[in-house]
């Protein structure tokens, strides 16, 4: 069963890196990805119109240092900078087997995100808030029959001062075939604080707590037992200090496996 893991790029599109799956010891996968996002209001002190577009890449890398230890790297490149890459671990503890037909896995995980270029934060086009992230995470997958799966997962983003902490949340329900992959997601993240932006840039953009509720989806295929393609989308529809936003993505993935 070939399975595909999502892209995220930090607002952009939806998640986060860390899904339910392991790719198994010295396999790696590597994916490249591109998306368009565009909003045209603004969740600030009021809603008002907002007119913003991204655009970018991302290159994603999932490796299997044990059969349920990974490492997961990303860089995001942002209308032409880059922005915040990300480091992540990840442990699945053996199965629990609560019925014949189903699984369930415990997956706690860990990682840094951190800015990798000087992007500017004081306009209202930034593509962030150089953000310095400390990010434990708990994930839990249920696993049934024919592949279907559901999966949360929760923590909290410890940010370094000035930029707001904030409390992620989400739910995926996934469907995984031998050439087919697809599911449907939903994410929440709460921020701590309560300013708004009013417009202009007399605020300070890295001190904006950003609160946010998106839903989103992918599709994967697998050309071959090596390469697959995916498209993807996702949209915000509500929040604080960030835009009503819809994206589309699409990419490819390849297969690598070190083994002797």
């Known amino acids: 069963m070939l399975i595909f893991f999502l892209l995220n790029l ?14 198994g010891k010295k396999n790696l996968d590597v994916a490249l990805s591109g998306f368009y996002q565009h909003s045209e209001k603004y969740f600030g002190a009021t809603t008002f119109n907002y007119q913003r577009t991204l655009s970018g890449a991302s290159i994603f890398g999932e490796y299997g240092v044990l059969d ?3 490492i997961v ?17 990840k442990y699945g503890i053996p199965f629990n087997r609560s019925a014949k037909e189903r699984r369930i896995r415990i997956i706690p995980a860990a990682g840094i995100s951190f800015p990798v270029s000087d992007y500017e934060t004081q306009t209202g086009q930034s593509i962030g808030q150089k953000a310095v992230l400390i990010q434990p995470k708990l994930l839990v997958q249920m696993n049934f029959n024919h592949g279907i799966f559901v999966q ?5 983003n410890y940010a370094i001062s000035p930029v707001i902490s904030s409390v992620p949340f989400s739910v995926k329900f996934g469907w995984a075939g031998n050439r087919w992959y ?4 939903y994410d ?4 701590f604080g309560d300013e708004l932006w009013i417009g202009g840039v007399s605020q300070d953009f890295r001190t904006l707590p950003v609160s946010s509720q ?5 599709i994967f ?10 498209v993807n989308g996702s949209y915000i529809f509500t929040g604080s200090n960030i835009g009503n936003a819809w994206s589309v993505g699409a990419g490819v993935v390849y297969k690598m496996s070190f083994k002797k």
């Open 10 to 23: 930090i607002e952009v599109s939806a998640q986060g890196p860390l899904d339910g799956f392991f790719k």
């Open 68 to 70: 349920n230890l990974d």
């Open 73 to 89: 790297a990303t860089v995001p490149l942002i209308n032409g900078k880059f922005q915040d890459a990300g480091i992540y671990f």
């Open 152 to 156: 949360a997962q929760s923590g909290y």
């Open 182 to 185: 697809t599911d449907l997601w």
């Open 188 to 191: 929440l993240q709460h921020s």
């Open 214 to 218: 998106k839903m989103g989806g992918v």
């Open 221 to 230: 295929y697998a050309l071959k037992p090596k390469w697959g393609v995916f």
